[in-house]
């Protein structure tokens, strides 16, 4: 008679699949680290990216803003700069020129605002400016806006504009052209002069602050003081 022999049931056999499935179903406690850790690292670069970008732009903003303002043909000052885009703002901005003689005229501003790719222009508001006479007071000039080409030393004048020696005249219009280099204004809107002895009003009117003379065009007319209005058909 054969006996036959049972061998014991290998149990390790039986179970190693199931822990094979186990570990692949489980969390993997030590990769969760070395995630973090990744991801943390991609972050970090993430910033670094931006803060290099954004830095890599204000330098070359600067150095454009630099490089126009350097090279305008006036000595600029300022007490504030800031950029939006393409344009530069600059608070409280003196801007120093000289004249065809050599007498130097200075302009100040609340606010100068100019863009890169035209540097060599500047939109002022509260504009005041100050021309060195060859005799007697300096001319004293104000407008509420102006846009100044300082490679033509010229400025259009508008929302007001005053121009006086503070003494014997005071010139008041709406707006104007002043050629800084030549010291001459130029004027199609109306004008009123004043003067020690009378008013004098005209449709246009043109300042020649080399020649002293001013000339008035257009339905001239003068009031004397203590006299009624008179016409005239021109006046200078």
């Known amino acids: 008679m054969t006996q036959a022999q049972i061998l014991p049931r290998d149990r390790t056999a039986a179970t190693a699949p199931r822990d094979h499935l186990a570990a692949l179903g489980g969390p993997r406690q030590s990769q969760i680290p070395v995630a973090m850790r990744h991801t943390q690292r991609v972050e970090r670069l993430r910033r670094g990216?931006?803060?290099?970008?954004?830095?890599?732009?204000?330098?070359?903003?600067?150095f454009l803003a630099y490089h126009f303002i350097s090279h305008l043909?006036?000595?600029?000052?300022?007490?504030?700069?800031?950029?939006?885009?393409?344009?530069?703002?600059?608070?409280?901005?003196?801007?120093?020129?000289?004249?065809?003689?050599?007498?130097?005229?200075?302009?100040?501003?609340?606010?100068?605002?100019?863009?890169?790719?035209?540097?060599?222009?500047?939109?002022?508001?509260?504009?005041?400016?100050?021309?060195?006479?060859?005799?007697?007071?300096?001319i004293l000039l104000t407008s509420g806006e102006a846009?100044?080409?300082?490679?033509?030393?010229?400025?259009e004048l508008s929302n007001g504009v005053r121009i006086s020696d503070e003494k014997n005249y005071d010139l008041r219009l709406e707006s104007a052209t002043m050629d800084f280099k030549a010291s001459r204004l130029n004027s199609q809107s109306p004008a009123t002069l004043k003067l020690e002895c009378c008013d004098v009003d005209g449709k246009s009117v043109e300042?020649?602050?080399?020649?002293?003379?001013?000339?008035?065009?257009?339905?001239?007319?003068s009031v004397f003081h203590g006299e009624k209005a008179e016409p005239e058909a021109g006046s200078e």
């Open 207 to 221: 300042l020649a602050q080399a020649d002293s003379r001013v000339t008035f065009t257009g339905a001239v007319h």
């Open 147 to 155: 846009v100044y080409d300082g490679k033509q030393d010229r400025a």
């Open 49 to 62: 990216i931006v803060w290099g970008v954004g830095g890599i732009v204000a330098i070359c903003a600067l």
């Open 73 to 138: 043909a006036v000595d600029l000052r300022f007490a504030h700069i800031g950029f939006q885009g393409a344009r530069i703002t600059i608070e409280q901005p003196r801007l120093v020129g000289y004249q065809k003689d050599g007498r130097a005229y200075e302009l100040k501003a609340r606010v100068g605002v100019q863009d890169i790719h035209k540097p060599d222009i500047f939109e002022l508001q509260g504009l005041e400016a100050r021309l060195d006479a060859d005799k007697g007071l300096p």
